[in-house]
């Protein structure tokens, strides 16, 4: 695309059904009630912020190239483990990607953390994903990457810097995640709560039980959906 200077590359065995450019509300409809089915099993705190939020996080990379701007950090919590943080996020992953996200951990030293953002940035990553984040986030490195269209940093094994573009979708999932400071402002929550002491021992009749599959094989669907 000449104006924008995207490259389209679909994945192997993508298929998109043309998109209507003014979209009906029966369209409308579909769209949200798709999106609605693959997360109907997740225990969303609440419809106004958690579920609205995670509709977000799903648009973001859809909108991304649209966006003249940083974007904020998706943070899925939850008050205990086994409530399906790591899964609502590789559902999101899939969609975007197509595959599941990589497992990165974020690090309690800011300059590591600074090395592994600017690494995964200069390789291309659409998504930047931290897994089971616990306590505290208040890294200079990472609010420096949440408010910057290009990030700094030093190049592995040299004396010198390099700036490389950001254009990712931010996501972290973790218990109890505080975000501190000026973290505040370029966070928003997407809260799961079971209600229940033990979430990996409820008994659970899924809709769809193979959910990370079905959502990889209708990608294409889903992706539809979002455009609508």
């Known amino acids: 695309d000449e104006v924008s200077g995207l490259y389209y590359l679909p994945a192997q065995g993508l298929t998109m059904q043309p998109t209507s450019t003014r979209p009906t509300g029966e369209e409308v409809a579909a769209a949200v009630a798709l999106i609605n089915r693959i997360i109907a099993d997740f225990p969303f705190a609440d419809d106004a912020s958690s579920i609205a939020n995670y509709f977000a ?21 939850a008050p205990c483990p086994a409530t399906g943080k790591t899964l609502l996020t590789d559902v999101f992953a899939i969609i975007a990607t197509g595959r599941e996200t990589s497992k990165m951990a974020l690090p309690d030293d800011n300059t590591e953390l600074n090395k592994i953002i600017g690494a995964s940035l200069m390789a291309g990553k659409s998504v930047m994903s931290f897994d089971n984040v616990t306590g505290v986030i208040g890294y200079p490195a990472l609010a420096a990457a949440l408010t910057g269209m290009v990030f700094e940093t030093r190049i592995l094994g040299m004396s010198k810097n390099m700036e490389v573009p950001n254009r990712a979708t ?39 039980p193979r959910l990370t599959a079905w959502v990889a094989e209708h990608r294409g669907e889903l992706l539809g959906a979002l455009l609508v």
């Open 57 to 77: 996080l799903l648009l973001t990379p859809v909108l991304r190239q649209a966006i003249d701007g940083c974007t904020p950090l998706a943070l899925i919590d």
């Open 170 to 208: 931010w996501v972290a999932n973790g218990n109890h995640m505080r975000p501190s400071g000026d973290m505040l402002r370029r966070c928003y929550w997407v809260r799961l709560n079971a209600k229940v002491t033990d979430p990996g021992e409820r008994s659970v009749e899924f809709k769809i």
